[in-house]
C-alpha cells in the first residue's frame, strides 16, 4: 500500500524534478527545516500508541525551534545589509528569446511556521484523545502495577505512583492501602508520652482531686466537732 502524502514531509510527496526546482518548492517544504529522513523513520514504526505521538511533538518542537532561529539569523542579516542572492528562495525560472531568467525571493518563514505550529496543535490533541481512552488507561495501569511489583512496593507507594501517571487508582489497590495504613502505629511524640499515657495520668489526677476534696470534708467537721466540744466545755465551768 502507498503511504504517498501520508506525511506532508515525505519524500513521496516529491514529483519529478522541474526547472527551478519546483517540485521541492510545490512540496511546501524545506530541506534545511525540515528532515524528512527522520519523519519517515518514526511514521514506519508500529502503532499509533502514545509514545509515537509523544516523539514526534518533540521533533516537531525540534522543527519549529530551528526555523524560528533560522528566521531570527535571517532577519538580523537583513538589518545589516548582508543578505546575498544565495540567502533568497529561487521562485521562478523563465526562459525566453533574452535567455533564462530567475526570480528569487526572501523565504516564506511565516508559512512554515504555521504548517509547524498547526501539526503541533494536532498532535498534541491527538496525544491527549489517546491519553484519555480506555485501553491506554488499562495498559498504563498494567504496566504501573507490574514495575510495583517487581521493585516490591508497598500498597502506599504504588497508588502514588499510579496518581504520578495520571491514573486514578483501581479500588482493589485502595483496600489494599487502609488495610496497610491500619496496621500502621502511629509515630512516638515528641515529648516521650502517648495519648494513652496522657490519659491515664488524667484519671489519676482527677482522683488525686477527689480524694483531696473528700479529705478537705472530712478535716472541717473534724474541727467542727473539736470547736463544739470546746464551747460545751466552757458553759460546764
Known amino acids: ?6 506525511h506532508p514531509n515525505s519524500l513521496s510527496n516529491l514529483e519529478p524534478f522541474l526547472l527551478g526546482n519546483q517540485a521541492a518548492r510545490k512540496h511546501g517544504g524545506y530541506a534545511r527545516h525540515f528532515d ?7 511514521e514506519q514504526s508500529d502503532g499509533n500508541n502514545i509514545e509515537r505521538i509523544e516523539s ?3 521533533l516537531e518542537q525540534m ?7 533560522t528566521k531570527a539569523r535571517y532577519d538580523a542579516r537583513g538589518e545589516y545589509n548582508e543578505l ?9 525560472v523563465t526562459s525566453g528569446a533574452d535567455g533564462t531568467l530567475t526570480k528569487r525571493q526572501r523565504p516564506n518563514f511565516e508559512q512554515v511556521i504555521d504548517r509547524n505550529v498547526g501539526r503541533l496543535l494536532a498532535l498534541i490533541a491527538e496525544q491527549e484523545r489517546i491519553a484519555a481512552s480506555p485501553a ?3 495498559s498504563r495501569l498494567s504496566e504501573v502495577l507490574d514495575e510495583a511489583q517487581a521493585s516490591g512496593m508497598s500498597a502506599a507507594d504504588t497508588a502514588e505512583q499510579c496518581e504520578r501517571a495520571g491514573i486514578a487508582p483501581p479500588f482493589s489497590l485502595q483496600q489494599r492501602v487502609r488495610a496497610e495504613l491500619a496496621l500502621v502505629e502511629p509515630p512516638e511524640p515528641e515529648g516521650g508520652v502517648t495519648d494513652d499515657e496522657l490519659e491515664r ?4 489526677y482527677q482522683e488525686e482531686v477527689e480524694g483531696e476534696v473528700a479529705w478537705l470534708e472530712q478535716r472541717r467537721e473534724e474541727v467542727a466537732r473539736m470547736h463544739e466540744s470546746k464551747q460545751q466545755e ?4
Open 234 to 237: 466552757k458553759q460546764g465551768q
Open 201 to 204: 495520668l488524667s484519671a489519676e
Open 1 to 6: 500500500m502507498s503511504k504517498r502524502g501520508k
Open 36 to 42: 524528512p529522513t527522520i519523519a519517515e523513520q518514526i
Open 56 to 58: 514526534l511533538i518533540r
Open 136 to 138: 491506554h488507561v488499562a
Open 63 to 69: 522543527r519549529l525551534h530551528s526555523v524560528l532561529q
Open 84 to 92: 546575498s542572492a544565495s540567502d533568497l528562495e529561487l521562485s521562478e
